[in-house]
Nanobody, 125 residues
């Protein structure tokens, strides 16, 4: 059974940094993709970034490109989201999720089958 657990959220001032972690277990196929999404209060869930587990190839939403970095540690089965230059509009619950595709960009919630419980990120102005 696939399980995901996010951690690392918190309260930070604008311009600050946070690193989120997503610990994964039960993954048995090498073509999986780990994605990060976020959902602000009253808004739809929004794609942030994803990384292909085997190749390490990454893809970012335009809103975070250049500020956020997604990476993985294969030995620890953990994916990280390093967030720099945070803005108040980055405030949201951040979720990691697992999808499967050898080549397609997975930037929609319906592309992912398993989700973590989320971690709150709050950026104060």
């Amino acid at each position: 059974q696939v399980q995901l657990a996010e951690s690392g959220g918190g309260l930070v001032q604008a311009g600050g940094s946070l690193r989120l972690s997503c610990a994964a277990s039960g993954l048995t196929f090498s073509t999986h993709v780990i994605g990060w999404f976020r959902q602000a209060l009253g808004k739809e869930r929004e794609f942030v970034a994803h990384i292909r587990w085997t190749s390490g190839i990454t893809y970012y939403a335009d809103s975070v490109k250049g500020r956020f970095t997604i990476s993985r540690d294969n030995a620890k089965n953990t994916v990280y989201l390093e967030m720099n230059s945070l803005k108040p509009e980055d405030t949201a619950v951040y979720y990691c999720a697992v999808g499967w595709s050898p080549y397609r960009i997975l930037d929609r919630p319906r592309d992912y089958a398993y989700w973590g419980q989320g971690t709150q990120v709050t950026v104060s102005s």
